[in-house]
């Protein structure tokens, strides 16, 4: 298996469908005079890799899913917390393995050893597949840069997939948040609680008037091409090119046989596959995850890869800074 190129056909599961916006770009659209129509990006493939990690990785536990249980990647540990206390993984974090937490910090340690030490002599060692593989597979998959290692040294994904609304025109709307405690900002009283320059308004307190853009489109698309072409060409063992090829498929495929929630007032059902004359080209899933459990297997056996890495970094979070990220997050 070479290259497979799929187009889901989806039904909106609501009236309108909400895009992402895009820092000093707003809602990315496109008018195509060709077709005398107006497309909107529902969902980058960054953002389409994210939800494909989300798919197996259980966060509650901090591993992936039971159906995946022997797959490696990488742990990230507090040592400064007590009893360890796991932080991220090369499945949560952006970039994966080549996440700044792994590839910056001083004093990220594994076996003893700065962690970046240790990756760039096992990519010197055995090349960039090999030594990406035996720690982390999905970084293969779903790509990642090393530019930390050497130069631009990077490997594009395996799995690419992108989601748009074909001939959308916007429905503008909006609202109010109401404070039934203080509806104008005069009787809130913020000092000791946020700085001194922050209007209250911005945090949620008082009435607060807002607008959004959502859409409503002709047709609704997914597409998703999985390229194997550089994994085939790579110097990895015929069992790891096969565990790269089936996981890329099991995880489109699972993403694709669920109901599809890219945000907030974005849900999908998926009403037909077009296969480009490959069908079947996926598989079932269950027959997917058979597989994968085989091919997880014989890669321990084969001592390819052995599991979860921890690596150990000490990172100190204040208790003003937890503020903050709390502010932020809400």
Not at 12 to 36: C, H, I, M, R
Request: proline letters at 6%; one cysteine or more; a negative charge.
């Amino acid at each position: 298996m070479t290259l497979i190129n799929l187009t889901a056909q989806l039904e909106n599961l609501l009236v309108t469908t909400k895009p992402p916006q895009f820092l000093d770009v707003g809602v990315s659209e496109a008018y195509l005079p060709w077709k005398n129509r107006l497309d909107v990006l529902l969902n980058t493939p960054q953002a389409t890799a994210n939800q494909l990690e989300a798919l197996i990785w259980d966060a509650v536990n901090h591993d992936v899913i039971p159906q995946l249980q022997g797959l490696p990647y990488i742990e990230i540990k507090n040592t400064l917390a007590t009893g360890d206390q796991f932080l991220a993984s090369t499945l949560t974090l952006p970039h994966r393995i080549g996440t700044a937490y792994l590839s910056r910090h001083k004093h990220a340690m594994l076996e003893g050893y700065n962690f970046r030490d240790v990756l760039k002599k096992r990519v010197k060692e055995k090349g960039i597949y090999r030594a990406v593989f035996e720690l982390d597979p999905i970084s293969i998959v779903l790509g990642c840069f090393l530019s930390h290692i050497q130069g631009n040294m990077r490997i594009p994904r395996v799995v690419t997939g992108q989601f748009v609304a074909e001939n959308a025109i916007a429905m503008p709307n909006g609202g109010a948040s109401h404070d039934p405690i203080s509806p104008s900002k005069n009787g809130i009283v913020t000092k000791g609680y946020f700085d001194k320059n922050i209007d209250p308004a911005k945090l949620g307190l008082t009435n607060v008037p807002y607008v959004r853009e959502s859409y409503q489109a002709e047709n609704y698309l997914g597409k998703f091409v999985i390229d194997t072409r550089l994994v085939d060409a790579s110097p990895l063992p015929d069992i790891a090119k096969q565990l790269i090829s089936t996981l890329s498929r099991y995880m489109v495929a699972k993403f694709l046989s669920e109901p599809i929630m890219l945000r907030s007032e974005c849900y999908f059902q998926v009403k037909d596959i077009d296969d480009q004359g490959s069908p079947d080209a996926l598989g079932e899933v269950e027959e997917l995850e058979k597989q994968l459990q085989m091919l997880i297997e014989h890669c321990q056996q084969q001592g390819l890869f052995q599991g979860v890495t921890t690596v150990e970094i000490p990172i100190e979070l204040s208790e003003q800074a937890q503020e903050a990220e709390e502010i932020a997050s809400s």
